[in-house]
């Protein structure tokens, strides 16, 4: 994987992820990682129409919305 991406937090990391296990943090973050390397493919993953949902193992779901394609 690439190494461009990185993990941004706002408000902050704290109130992102306060109380979470490190197990469920690190899970999302992997996946996060991956959906940014599919970049517009992002799009594809998951359910939903504009806002995707991605079921993670360990009980954690990622919900994002991916970039619409500009062409």
Known sequence: MSDAWSWSYDPDREQVVAGLPDSITSVVEHTARQLA???????????????????????????????????
């Open 37 to 71: 390397e599919l970049g517009r493919d992002a799009c594809e993953v998951g359910t939903g129409h504009r806002l995707r949902v991605v079921d993670i193992d360990g009980g954690a779901m990622l919900w994002f919305l991916p970039l619409e394609n500009s062409n």
